[in-house]
């Protein structure tokens, strides 16, 4: 995938004319930054693909910046799940790992030069009136009262509130641009607020915090990135990440928008995802059902997988929703290629047949990936007792049922074809087992008389499997787009209820009862599955249902819709 020719994108084409014109000597170097103040998400990996992929296909740079700005908020747990995801997204930041607060006296500096250009005020008004007096965007908004002190004033006051005397949000510094323009952000933005809090890097040491608007463009030129590329919500924000360079005549990087990925069924922002988290919805951030890197990496994702989809979903203008399908498609892809085909029972029914002597036990021969002729064979044993799926049975078979019906063949996985004889039922009428009789000179799968038997179901055998808890997903919400809630109702209310179903007695082929944890397989015809990280352990392995198989099994069974 790494060989893959990149997709031409409209990013590409800028910074193309960028080298071409010789703009920044010919250098490439792109970044990041996120503020660690929850996990990263399937969004973010969109964007760690495209700015990382852009430093490789142009021989630059990379660098991963914690956006480490507001205080209140950032933990050193979330860095150190930001670095984790981004290495194991395969975003190469080499040494380059850097914390904006570490750029906060040079940001003091900047400011500083600022006033003493006449183009930054200390600004007393409350929050309140500021707000109010920004006017819209019919209406020009009113110079603040404190517009016009002097430089030395200015200076003065803001050394001090640097210095921790005024109060929060007694004073902020302020651009002075243009309270009539027609972009709002330049209607003199609060450059700095007062806030007496503890920063997770830089302890108590700052009373003053720079806003994002202001410190983002001083970050990206500190590091000397070519591209700052971001999503399409700062677009308006781009003529403010402009002046700023600007006045501060200092190296100017190039701020570009793309659309922000949506994914159906989900939600993609840190601020929800923690209420999800918070409130107990999910078991962490690293819950499978999450779109978290870490909820997906513990679902069985690979990283190549969601490098694949971020390639094929491409980068675009306009904002839309991607199916969640398209992801699992990606995944399908490649396990279909890699994953070890082995057979579990989610839901056991026994069989026992009649006519197979008591004590034997054959060693069936089955094909580990028919996709990878490399991968082999095993034996997996076979009785007289077996499992086979509760859905595989019908006493009364629907129309086009070529399954285990009384009186009817069926074909046992590259064992036996068995003939259904009768259900046996309990008190209440519950099929508690179901007899049957076998061809013995069926061995393999195949009638030597060349009948044909349209149904082939896997089994696991009673004696040799051994019992395992399954875990099956469905999506998070039962809404494509869960966060469209009327005014005053909750996206929680679209969670989906039936999200998680774990099955505790899954009967499973014996050679799975020493897997090691993190280890992918197909389990015939359900889907492919992961040994849980977390709580898998080689002789308890615990199964995460990856993805639901699609059309794999259709090929082999294609009279039979219902096998799928
Ligand atoms: P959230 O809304 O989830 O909190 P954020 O934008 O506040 O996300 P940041 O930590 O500020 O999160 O984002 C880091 C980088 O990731 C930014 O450059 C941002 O543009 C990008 N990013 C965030 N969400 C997405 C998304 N859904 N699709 C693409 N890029 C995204
Ligand atoms: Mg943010």
Redesign the pocket.
Known sequence: MENQEPKSNFIREIIDADLASGKSEGRVHTR????P??YL????A??ICLNSGLARDYKGKFNLRF?DTNPSKEEQEYVDSIVEDVKWLGGDFEDRLFFASDYFPQMYDWAMALVKKGKAYVCDQTPEEVRRSRGTPSEPGKDSPFRNRSIEENADLFERMKNGEFPDGSRVLRAKIDMAHPNLYLRDPVMYRILHAEHHRQGGKWCVYPMYDWAHGLEDSIEQITHS???LE?ENHRPLYDWFLNALETYHPRQIE?A???LSNTV????K?LELVRDNHVSGWDDPRMPTISGLRRRGYTSDSIRAFCAEIGVAKFNSIVDIWVLENSLRNELNKTATRVMAVLRPLKVVIDNYPQDQAEEMDLVNNPEDPAAGARKVPFCREIYVEQDDFKEVPPPKFFRLTPGREVRLRSAYIIKCVEAVKDAAGNVTEVRCTYDPATRGGTAPDGRKIKGTIHWVSARHGFAAPVRLYDALFTKRAPEDVEEGRDFKENLNPASLETINNAWCEPGLKNVPAASRFQFERLGYFFTDPRDSKPGAPVFNRTVTLKDTWARIEQKDPAAK
Not at 41 to 44: L, P, S, T, V
Not at 268 to 271: D, I
């Open positions: 990041f930054p996120p503020e103040n929850g998400h399937i969004g973010h969109k964007s956006d590329i971001c999503t700062f793309f922000r990925l949506n993609l922002s840190k601020r995802l």
